[in-house]
């Protein structure tokens, strides 16, 4: 038994000669229910156009009737008397043309055309959605790190279904380098430390003092402000990057699009590696910044000059990916990205630092 939509129309559908094989039905009557309905001997086939109901605001789905003799009597002769008619439904087993439930459009398949909705069986479909989502992730990331610059060729290429799209990627990884702060040390409380001057420690004692808050829970509040703020202004992290990038390659001729997905999933990149490194250096007890001792000391400066070292080689091959760079070009371009984006980090990590000891 086949399924249809019945509805009631009740105005004229084709008002002239020339629009009666497609008609318009802008004023066609409302949807009524679901309803069974066996496939009617002798029904055929019409074609109608996709309308809104002006009266009930529906809208009506661009495909085939099956309509009756009299109902095609009526068109013939340009004129309808109204009376209810069907609209098949999609089924797993039945593959008629229907309307996107989402957004109305004509369809045919699993995937809507306009808005991406996809129409999964009745059966496996989280499966298929769970397995469709890994294999995104897993190629995004296999991709990033191990090709540099492939994402960036796929999305310039139209080939973007089969990755995560950059701005989520870049967020997610920034979300999971926070979360992940507590393995890390990339805390508020654990900055000073780092400052071998001690000025920051003055600072956020006083900014301790003037909230008049226990010190346990002043500390709590701070970092979460630090992080939000810090992760909006990622955003100008990759600002910074797409304009060394259009900068560094003002002959060539890639959209802004082009630079700022590159800069996107460089800067995902770098926080990825960072986190790796942050790790390591938790791991081993070494910092590069303050001299807790002179091994850990070396040992920390070391990992930074390689962790710096791996990211000039990464740019250097993306950007002859993405733009075609000879070798020389490519490196001496890359120099400029490495230096522009570690300059805006750290910069950034300071002004995020001062708005959050300012606004707690």
Known sequence: MQHYTRFTASRKLCTSDRNRARCDTSAIGRLRSVVPWPFRRGASAFSVHT??????????????LLLGEEFRANVARGDFAG???????????????TSCPNCGAFRHGGWCAECGQEYPGERGAVARIASRQW?????????????????????????????VTPWRLTFNVVALFLVLSFITNFRVANFPRLDPTGNLAQVMQKAEAEVHAEPGAFIERLDRRFNSIYTVLVIVIVGARAL???LTHFRHPASWSVHFVFALYLTAWAFIATLAYLVVLRLLGATPFSSVG?????????????????????????????????????A???????????LVSNALIFVA???????V
């Open 51 to 64: 309308g809104v109901d002006d009266k009930y605001g529906i809208l009506l789905p661009r495909e085939s």
């Open 83 to 97: 009376g209810e008619y069907y609209i098949p439904q999609v089924s797993p087993t039945n593959q008629t043309i």
């Open 135 to 163: 294999h995104r992730i897993a190629h995004s990331l296999w991709a990033l790190m191990v090709h540099p610059g492939q994402l960036t060729t796929e999305f310039r290429d139209g080939q973007r279904a089969r990755s």
């Open 244 to 246: 060394a990038a259009r």
């Open 294 to 330: 002179d091994a850990s000391l070396e040992v920390g400066r070391v990992l930074l000059g390689l962790v710096e070292l791996w990211q000039w080689s990464y740019v250097t091959l993306a950007f002859r990916r993405v733009y075609g760079d000879r070798w020389l070009a490519a």
């Open 332 to 342: 001496m371009k890359a120099i400029v990205m490495v230096a522009t984006g570690l």
């Open 353 to 359: 630092l001062w708005l959050a000891l300012n606004t």
